[in-house]
């Protein structure tokens, strides 16, 4: 599986920005997905996750409510829609996939992901 994400960028506060995670090389039908970000020198952190059977999402405290990850399965892409983004938002962002179903906990540890597509650096202007 090769993964491809893409839509980061410069924006202000309180912007939006969709990052997308394509995937090519086999179908996500029963995979869990999801974005993580990383600033230099730290550890990466869950975002987001979506469970492409059944659609259940995850989504660490800090975004929700501003972030929305969803999957579209005939184009075999993940999205990550970020709505009020604030400074504390910058960072660069990966995406990544599981061939299983993941449960919540687990799906937030970036360690029980085994396919990661190159990051995408988002920053947030005050």
């Known amino acids: 599986v090769q993964l491809q994400a893409f839509g980061g960028g410069l924006v202000q506060t309180g912007g939006s920005l969709r990052l997308s995670c394509a995937a090519s090389g086999r179908t996500f039908s029963s995979y869990t997905s999801g974005w993580f970000r990383q600033a230099p020198g730290k550890d990466r952190e869950f975002v987001a996750a979506i469970r492409w059977s059944g659609g259940s999402t995850f989504y660490t405290y800090s975004v929700k409510g501003r972030f929305t990850i969803s999957r579209d399965s005939a184009k075999n892409t993940m999205y990550l829609q970020m709505n009020n983004l604030k400074p504390e938002d910058t960072f660069v962002y990966y995406c990544?996939?599981?061939?299983?179903?993941?449960?919540?906990?687990?799906?937030?540890?970036?360690?029980?992901?085994?396919?990661w597509g190159q990051g995408t650096l988002v920053t947030v202007s005050s």
């Open positions: 990544a996939a599981e061939s299983r179903s993941l449960a919540q906990s687990a799906a937030m540890d970036p360690r029980l992901y085994h396919y």
